[in-house]
């Protein structure tokens, strides 16, 4: 399945984002396109379906072409997309991993470094300890990231709506999208690994966006 994937990300395939309201007023962001949750991560076309652009991505850090890191503890794929960072991390020992969310970090097409988020995070989880995330020995864990920052308040998105992920994606597919070549961005991810903390840092860069 790694394999597959590291593939995949070397076309910089995109999921496509679910169909949200009206995109809130803009806040000085590359992307004020909203998206709920993230979509499957082994689309074979970039982007949305109706994305007038298609991006391709390169890991710039670690450098590598198939989008892959690893040691001699854990093993990473990556997939960037215009949605999210998706990564899937193998833990290569036989003693668990943990992954802490609450000392991980992401650096936004923006530039600008705050708190990431995942799958499990939520609106009204911006100011609480993110409960972390462990990883068995021999096993593989699966998730995406973006900014904290993006996340947008649920009830403003659809009313009465409390466990939904409305957020910002990380980068415009309209006609701005040409604007945001050469761009970077990524995610600074801190595991415990036998009790010691270890933090593993990844950027990627918007290499080209080309008119679909």
């Known amino acids: 399945m790694i394999a597959a994937l590291a593939l995949a990300a070397g076309c910089s395939s995109?999921?496509?984002?679910?169909?949200?309201?009206?995109p809130p007023a803009?806040?000085?962001t590359t992307s004020s396109q909203v998206i709920a949750g993230a979509a499957d991560s082994v689309n074979s076309i970039p982007g949305s379906a109706d994305a007038m652009y298609i991006y391709r991505f390169k890991q710039i850090e670690p450098g590598s072409g198939s989008f892959t890191f690893r040691d001699r503890e854990l093993s990473f794929v990556f997939r960037p997309t215009p949605s999210a960072l998706y990564f899937r991390v193998q833990n290569?020992?036989?003693?668990?991993v943990t992954i802490a969310?609450?000392?991980?970090?992401f650096v936004d097409p923006d530039g600008r470094v705050g708190k990431v988020a995942h799958n499990n995070t939520r609106w009204q989880d911006r100011f609480s300890p993110q409960s972390q995330t462990q990883v068995p020995g021999?096993?593989?864990?699966?998730?995406?990231?973006?900014?904290?920052?993006?996340?947008?308040?649920?009830?403003?998105?659809?009313?009465?709506?409390?466990?939904?992920?409305?957020r910002r994606a990380l980068l415009t597919e309209d006609q701005t999208a040409v604007t945001n070549a050469g761009r970077t961005f990524g995610v600074d991810l801190a595991f415990l690994i036998e009790g010691q903390p270890r933090t593993y840092t990844f950027?990627?860069?918007?290499?080209?966006?080309?008119p679909r």
């Not at 995109?14 to 009206?22: D, R």
């Not at 096993?139 to 990231?145: H, I, K, V």
């Not at 950027?203 to 080309?210: L, P, W, Y």
Request: aromatic share 10%; hydrophobic share 30%; glycine share 8%.
């Open 138 to 166: 021999q096993t593989e864990y699966s998730d995406f990231t973006f900014p904290m920052d993006f996340l947008l308040d649920p009830g403003t998105q659809q009313p009465g709506a409390t466990d939904t992920q409305p």
């Open 203 to 210: 950027r990627f860069q918007v290499a080209s966006v080309i």
């Open 26 to 28: 803009d806040t000085g």
């Open 14 to 22: 995109a999921p496509g984002p679910q169909a949200a309201a009206t």
């Open 92 to 96: 290569l020992t036989g003693r668990p």
């Open 101 to 105: 969310w609450d000392r991980s970090a």
